[in-house]
């Protein structure tokens, strides 16, 4: 895990005497302070569409915010603040051996009230974060989106793309698991249980997923249905996938939704996580097979999953590819040197900022051994960039062909094709969660 400790960061001078200017306080919140909790739960939730939380709400929450950093912008004589951010620095595993990893910045909960959009607030707040995870070190920083368009204005790149998919399980034929697998078996957990799993599995399984941080304990009690205002709470099941040493290597949330018209029900798939091909195998069969199910549907899943070749037929699985974690650059050296590349790599970048935490020609020399070296130049680039364009590449998500043909980098087709072999991975990078 990260050692640094966001909290520890002050606010940004910048942003501060910005939004000081317009007779906004932009400051840390206390959210030790009930009044100041509530005030940030209740912008959070109006920020989302959610219904106003409940005492219970507002205390689990503060859980989870207490070990972050919140930050609130208010304006004169209003308890609530108008806008809002919330942030930490976690690992973000990174191509390379198990376990290699970089700190992000993760930053979260950005809203801004509807009766004060168009007065900088939202600028102010993404670069105030960005000018401090700079400030206190961190490389890199990372979010997720409920809105596509606003990110890419402050250097931010959909990196890690994912599947949403759609089973029609009775068109599918069912999953047919090879006979090697028959040591893995499917046993239900009990809520507690499936609590302890989802966290536990999802630990070791991010590991070898480039592009996936850790969870909190706040989100697997929502994904069990155990969090205080979940209307689907006694909804919600769950199931592990064990090996033959008895080892938990995969876990499955989900609910099962009764259809009106007629006797059966669609399988929602909350969370799914597997660390072994035959655990994710299982767990896919058991609820593409399930008695009585017309769909099956998730989420977040990578989109190298397997499922359209675990079933008989194809056609019945949609897949929908989305953007879903977006990065953002802020050292260049320390970001690029601290993954491994597929293939050695001697080219001169010029990436170009706007907001100058990138900004600059780098040399990246990669070895045999996989390992970069990222060094200042001045000499001619082989590639030109901005910072969101090299964000988007970084953990191999997207395509340097794809990016050249779109006018996003400018490039040969030998220099692009270049960098796909090198910063290609065999796995595709996958976030499973959203913060």
């Known amino acids: 895990m990260a050692d640094l400790d966001a909290r520890d960061v002050p606010v940004d001078p910048t942003s501060q005497q910005r939004l000081s200017a317009s007779n906004l306080e932009y400051r840390i919140v206390d959210v030790s302070d009930p009044v100041h909790l509530r ?109 596509a368009t606003i990110y890419g204005r402050y250097g ?56 996936d941080i850790p969870g909190w304990p706040l989100r697997w009690r929502r994904m069990a249905g155990l969090a205080p205002g979940d209307e689907r709470s006694r909804a919600v099941r769950g199931v592990r996938a064990v090996d033959a040493e008895g080892t938990t290597r995969g876990v499955l ?34 609820a593409v097979n399930h008695d009585l199910i017309r769909t099956v549907h998730a989420d977040l899943r990578p989109v190298d999953d397997p499922l359209p070749w675990l079933v008989a037929n194809q056609r019945a699985v949609q897949v929908t590819v989305h953007d879903h974690g977006w990065l953002r650059i802020l050292d260049v050296p320390a970001v690029l040197g601290a993954r491994t590349y597929r293939a050695p790599l001697d080219l001169v970048l010029r990436v170009s900022d706007p907001l100058g935490f990138a900004e600059g020609s780098w040399r990246l020399s990669v070895g045999p051994d996989g390992k970069g070296v ?13 910072v969101d364009a090299l964000s988007s590449l970084y953990l191999g998500g997207v395509s340097a062909p794809t990016l050249r043909a779109a006018g996003r980098i400018s ?9 796909q072999n090198a910063f290609g991975t065999a796995v595709e990078p996958a976030l499973t969660i959203w913060y």
């Open 374 to 386: 990222v060094d200042a130049t001045t000499d001619a680039p082989d590639v030109e960039l901005g």
């Open 39 to 147: 005030g940030f739960a209740r912008a959070d939730a109006r920020g989302f569409l959610d219904k106003e939380p409940d005492d219970e709400t507002i205390r689990v929450m503060g859980e989870m915010m207490s070990g972050r950093r919140n930050i609130g912008v208010y304006a004169p004589g209003i308890e609530i603040p108008v806008a809002t951010v919330d942030s930490w620095v976690t690992p973000m595993t990174v191509p390379g051996d198990a376990g290699a990893h970089v700190d992000m910045w993760a930053i979260s909960i950005v809203t801004v009230a509807a009766t004060h959009r168009r007065r900088g607030i939202a600028r102010n707040l993404l670069e105030g974060e960005l000018r401090a995870a700079a400030s206190a070190g961190v490389p890199i920083a990372g979010l997720t989106a409920t809105e």
């Open 156 to 211: 931010f790149g959909p990196a890690i793309p994912v599947s949403r998919v759609r089973v029609d399980a009775r068109r599918a034929g069912g999953v047919t698991l090879p006979a090697a697998d028959g040591a893995t078996t499917v046993e239900y957990l009990e809520p507690d249980a499936l609590l302890a799993a989802l966290g536990e599995v999802h630990e070791r399984a991010r590991l070898d997923r480039p592009g």
């Open 253 to 286: 949330a989900y609910t099962l939704d009764e259809l009106p018209d007629e006797f059966g029900a669609d399988f929602g798939i909350r969370h799914l996580d597997a660390e072994t091909p035959e655990a994710l195998r299982a767990l896919w069969a058991f």
């Open 411 to 419: 490039a040969s087709a030998e220099a692009s094709a270049t960098i």
